[in-house]
């Protein structure tokens, strides 16, 4: 079976934010799949996506000042036609990257017990992201 689905995120301030309630809330068919893979992608090139510890708060917060050291808006960027935090923005999308694949075992994603999916919204206000679901795999016998 292949299943495709568009999920728009509410717009997050920036930083890192667990998404993993909204991303399975956007597939039913999910808990339908015996064996398969999740295709998580962003369609944006100023957030990313990642997959990381889900149960410290801390994390998250050290994960942004992590990419802020790597890539600060007070880099000599060339593309600032945006704003100061937009070329940053572009450097840790694609660092982290755009998009994730995770395995399904009946009915679940095969997260480990501490993760979960993260949008890392990388602008100020980066406004409503959108992220497409393509969910592949065989169907559970019931």
Not at 25 to 54: C, K, M, R
Request: include cysteine; aromatic fraction near 6%; charged fraction near 20%.
């Amino acid at each position: 079976m292949w299943i495709q689905h568009q999920v728009i995120l509410p717009a997050f301030r920036r930083g890192m934010h667990i998404v993993t309630t909204h991303v399975v809330a956007a597939i039913p068919e999910l808990e339908d799949v015996d064996v398969g893979l999740l295709h998580v992608f962003i369609q944006h090139t100023s957030a990313s996506l990642t997959i990381n510890e889900n149960a410290d708060p801390d994390v998250p917060y050290d994960l942004e000042q992590a990419m802020n050291a790597i890539s600060p808006e007070n880099f000599p960027f060339r593309h600032t036609c945006e704003g100061p935090d937009d070329m940053p923005a572009h450097v840790k999308s694609s660092l982290l990257g755009a998009s994730l694949s995770i395995p399904i075992k009946n009915g679940r994603l095969q997260l480990g017990t501490w993760q979960g999916i993260y949008l890392c919204e990388h602008r100020n206000h980066g406004g409503r992201r959108r992220l497409v679901l393509t969910l592949q795999g065989s169907r559970r016998n019931t």
